[in-house]
């Protein structure tokens, strides 16, 4: 290389002159690049992004469950449910009207009904569970009630009061009649002195 070449002035940059002599003796470094903040955002978008997917693919099973939780089924009904009032006394006599209409025993109740297969069957007249109805009597082996006054009724069931006799006796008795199995088992529960603390159950005769 020449010596006009090496005397020539050289140019400075920050206190340090730039040319082929100092570039050779390591005395200047290139300044830095500039920071890569371009990319540095794409990656930090890209972490973001993996972290938000993996919570979503996490939360959503649950969601899915919960939407799919189970409707509880409805309670079923008892045909014997009843709490009798205690304030309201018996009827001192069959209401006007009773046994026709509206106030008659339901005629899904209406019929013969057995306690057990044999008093349905029986001809010797020993049927002692054998129940007759008809639209204002329960008719059993030694005793008759007469309907007397209605305190609810549907189409399947009744709970009334009736006037009892049998036996050169005479006493009132609440009794609950209903029918369920599609009409051929029969429900009857009582309250009053000396009633059953239990619901007995009857199936319908074939005639």
């Known amino acids: 290389m020449s010596e006009e070449f090496s005397s020539k002035p050289l140019p400075f940059r920050g206190g340090v002159g730039v040319g082929f002599r100092n570039l050779a003796q390591g005395r200047w470094t290139p300044p ?10 794409i990656w930090a ?3 973001l992004a993996a972290c938000s997917g993996g919570k979503d693919e996490q939360t959503a099973p649950a969601d899915e469950t919960a939407s799919l939780s189970p409707v509880p089924d409805a309670a079923p009904t008892d045909t014997a449910a009843y709490t009798p009032d205690p304030a309201i ?3 001192a006599a069959p209401e006007a009207g009773i046994g026709a209409g509206d106030k008659a025993i ?11 297969a044999a008093d349905c069957t029986s001809t010797w007249g020993d049927a002692k569970g054998l ?9 059993f082996y030694e005793s008759h009630g007469e309907l007397a006054r209605i305190r609810e009724r549907s189409d399947s069931r009744i709970v009334a009061d009736y006037k009892f006799s049998g036996e050169g006796m005479e006493w009132d008795r609440l009794v609950l009649l209903g ?14 002195e000396d009633a059953s603390a239990e619901p007995l159950r009857y199936t319908r005769c074939a005639n």
């Not at 339901?106 to 057990?116: H, N, V």
């Not at 129940?131 to 008719?139: G, S, Y």
């Open 131 to 139: 129940l007759t109805i008809d639209a204002a009597n329960l008719r």
């Open 89 to 91: 006394a018996p009827p």
């Open 45 to 47: 978008s890209l972490l």
């Open 32 to 41: 830095p690049p500039p920071p890569l903040k371009g990319r540095g955002l």
């Open 106 to 116: 339901p005629a899904a109740i209406q019929g013969r009904w057995g306690l057990a």
């Open 179 to 192: 029918v369920e199995d599609g009409g051929r088992t029969l429900v009857r529960r009582e309250w009053g």
